[in-house]
Every structure is written in C-alpha cells, then in structure tokens.
C-alpha cells in the first residue's frame, strides 16, 4: 500500500526506499527495504529477524511526525509487542491502516486504542461470528488447569505458539507456574524484546541436546515448525497444546494429534472487529485478509459502507493445514 503524497509504503512486500512497518510478523515486515519506520518496541524484533544492519527509525505511540506533508503517527494495536496501527492525516482527511489488531487486553501488549478517521482498512482473520474470545482470566485458568492434569499424570506441558507474538503471551498466561523453557528462535526474540527495555516472563532455553531429567515435567514452548523434529520428540512423556484462534472450531483440536487445543488468538474476534470499526466512525471501511468477502458484506448490511481490500498479508496464526508449519 503506497501513500503518494508521503513517498512512502506501508508493510511493502517489494523492496522500496522508504516503508512504515506495522509490527515485525514476516508478512507484514520484509527484508530489502532502503528505510524503515516502525515503533520503539519493534525495532530490536525487526533488527533480530531481518538484520543487523537495517536503517530503523522509530516513533513511540501517539506522537506525530511529518513526512512530506503527511502527518503519521502510531497508536497501539493490540496484537504482539509493538504493533501499531498506522494513522495518516493529509489536509484534514485521515486514514488508518490497522495492520493486525486485537481488541482484547492481555497481560503483555499495550492494548487497543481505536482511532477516529475517515477511512479504515482492517484486517478480517476472524471474520465470522462463530470467532468470540474468552477473558485472558479465564484462558489463563485454562492452561493452568491442564498443566496441573498434566504434572499430576508425570507429563511435560509442551505448548505450540508463533516465535513472536503467540510466545510471549503464552508465557505471560503460565508465568510463576514451574520453569518454563522455550526453543532457540522464541529465546533470541525474547533476548532481543528484553535488549530494549520491554519486561518479559522469564525463560530458559531449550538446547537441541537438553537433559530430558531437566525438562520432565516442566512447560516447553515450541514453534509449529517443530512438531515434527527429532528435537520435540525427545520431550519426555509430552501432552501438546496447540494456541491459536483456529483451535474456537471443535474439529481443529485434532490438528495433528494434538492432546489440547486452547482458543488463544492475537487478532481480534468478531465482537472485536465490529467494536473497533465502529469506534473508529470510518465513512469507509476497506477489508483485507480472511474472511473478507463475509465480512464486508456484513459491515454493507449494517449501513458501514466497505469493500474487499486484496492483499498478501497471511495469517500467523496456526491454521488446521498441516502445510502451514512455518514461522511467521
């Protein structure tokens, strides 16, 4: 998406001179790009997944700057550690690109601001009604449950998150339950999250060739793309929780055998979305990725006038395909 009065693009897949990333999930941040733009919090994750070396800017929430008349400023989306929603005003008309949103408080992100604007482009990943999120309360009582089953049956609580985002709030849910390890990519994020001053739950990491007396018995968060390597299976006696949105539909429990299915999602639900469009007071709504064509022609039912908004955005969510292992 390009702002030709800013000269700027925002969460370009194409290498471009000038891009104003969203949050650091790999569809939404690119390697290649001249300059970046995104919030304090996002810098240290962007640097950690695209390099070293990367020409980074960052603004903090809700203050603006401007960039060839354009006034940009941040405004905390509630998705993982640094996501921000993107506001443009140019000559009194703003819009507001969401990038991925959460409307539901967690114990880890700065929550959801909705932003008054003229037009909105959100994202629709769980776009049907049968999508409505439990508190983080009563998610968080949840998996302590099933970790008390587990360790009183002698089995390790293996949990299945995205590296960034879905991690990080899994730990917040069982922090101060038992020693919590976590595999190599989620242990350098938290590294690199912890570098700029953001307090995470503490970790340990869980090396290829841990001691299985260490772990037995603990909580081990793993990425999907784990499932099936000789390192998960050395877990010892291991009782899998897969965490994502997807796990709402009964079936999807069954993903891959998995023992437990928990419905913990960092996109919002259907309440979410139709609440945070319509605090927005958009004049036009322009819907991307997910259930797009569902949920634009519900938003025209309610008299929000909206059109299907195509894009390449995916989902870090952990879908019921078993093609979709990789890390986002």
Request: aromatic share 10%; net charge neutral.
């Amino acid at each position: 998406m390009y702002c030709q009065q800013g000269k700027f693009y925002l969460d370009p897949w194409s290498k471009v001179d000038h891009a104003i990333i969203s949050h650091g999930h790999a569809d939404h941040a690119r390697w290649g790009m001249k300059h970046y733009l995104c919030h304090t919090d996002s810098k240290a994750i962007l640097k950690q997944r695209l390099g070293k070396d990367l020409s980074i800017e960052t603004m903090p929430y809700n203050k603006p700057r401007t960039i060839n008349g354009v006034a940009v400023s941040f405004h905390p989306a509630g998705h993982v550690i640094g996501s921000a929603q993107i506001r443009l005003e140019y000559k009194g008309r703003v819009e507001v690109f969401s990038g991925d949103y959460k409307t539901q408080p967690d114990f880890i992100t700065t929550p959801f601001e909705p932003v008054k604007c003229h037009s909105f482009i959100t994202e629709s990943t769980f776009g049907l009604p049968i999508y409505r999120w439990k508190s983080e309360d009563a998610i968080q009582k949840e998996l302590h449950n099933w970790i008390g089953y587990n360790q009183s049956q002698n089995r390790t609580s293996v949990f299945v998150g995205y590296s960034l985002g879905k991690a990080q709030r899994i730990m917040s849910l069982i922090d101060g339950v038992d020693e919590v390890f976590v595999h190599r990519s989620i242990h350098n994020l938290n590294e690199a999250i912890a570098s700029s001053g953001y307090k995470i739950p503490k970790t340990q990491l869980l090396t290829a060739d841990f001691n299985k007396k260490d772990v037995e018995g603990k909580l081990i968060i793993v990425p999907p793309a784990m499932l099936d390597s000789r390192m998960f299976k050395r877990i010892p006696n291991a009782a899998t929780a897969i965490c994502s949105g997807w796990m709402q539909i009964r079936g999807n429990r069954r993903w891959r055998a998995a023992d437990a299915g928990f419905a913990v999602s960092d996109h919002a639900d259907w309440d979410g979305l139709i609440s945070a469009i319509k605090a927005t007071e958009a004049e036009e709504v322009y819907v991307t990725h997910g259930s797009q064509a569902t949920f634009s022609r519900y938003l025209n039912e309610m008299s929000i006038e909206a059109y299907e908004l195509k894009t390449e955005y995916g989902e870090e969510e952990l879908a019921n395909s078993e093609t979709k292992t990789a890390d986002a």
